[in-house]
């Protein structure tokens, strides 16, 4: 079993629609925990940290399920920018500042 | 945002070639790590460091070898390449929140 599981997709979603990402991670003493946006053929690029509280910035929200180890990404009212593949990203081991990456999920917003 | 730079952005190579990969940063961060990556699957973290003459290997399994002699510069060498070695290798630098290079693309022919 991978230590943070995602569903790859692709979502294609029309534009405005809303859409969630899911990501589960393993390791409960997992620390600190990301979202990332990976454009084709670049390199992850920080979307948002992610806090149990949840944390929203714009029209993305970010929820943190310690108890369920679970970690989701809501985008809503979509743009033809956001397409791209979002990286769930784990801290595996408390202080160690290791990356843990899930494979992506694909979202490909649909004029 | 970290300003951390890689050379060459592509490399197309013969099998049995020494490859040296640049990575440098300009925000004094200590720590720094390389990953891999394979189209459409997930990074791979194969080698880190803490400070200068402080290198580890990572998760992933990788012939390259790492030196970090100064804070801004972490190279990554490959002795004898090979067409297993192709792949997108990235740099990135940070503690708790990392950023990344625009990476290199490497080609074993």
């Known amino acids: 079993r991978k230590e943070v599981e995602q569903d790859p997709g692709p979502f294609n979603v029309p534009e405005g629609a809303t859409v969630a990402f899911n990501c589960t991670y393993s390791n409960s003493a997992s620390q600190s925990f990301f979202w990332y946006r990976q454009d084709c053929r670049k390199e992850p690029k920080l979307l948002m940290s992610?806090?149990?509280s949840g944390n929203e910035d714009g029209r993305f929200t970010a929820q943190l399920n310690r108890a369920s180890q679970y970690i989701s990404l809501l985008i809503r009212d979509s743009k033809l920018s956001d397409s791209a593949t979002y990286l769930c990203v784990v801290n595996s081991i408390s202080g160690t500042y290791k990356y843990i990456f899930g494979t992506g999920t694909r979202l490909k917003v649909l004029a | 945002e970290a300003d951390i730079y890689q050379t060459p952005r592509y490399l197309v190579i013969g099998t049995g070639k020494k490859i040296t990969l640049e990575c440098s940063q300009t925000m004094g961060h200590d720590k720094m790590y390389w990953y891999q990556q394979d189209p459409g699957m997930e990074l791979h973290l194969i080698h880190y460091?803490?400070?200068?003459?402080?290198?580890e290997k990572g998760d992933l399994s990788s012939e390259s070898t790492v030196s970090r002699i100064r804070t801004e510069h972490f190279p990554l060498t490959l002795e004898s390449a090979r067409p297993s070695h192709t792949s997108q290798y990235l740099c990135?630098?940070?503690?708790?929140?990392?950023?990344f290079g625009a990476g290199t693309r490497l080609s074993v022919l």
């Open positions: 990135a630098t940070g503690g708790r929140i990392q950023y």
């Open positions: 992610v806090y149990s």
């Open positions: 460091s803490y400070g200068v003459n402080s290198t």
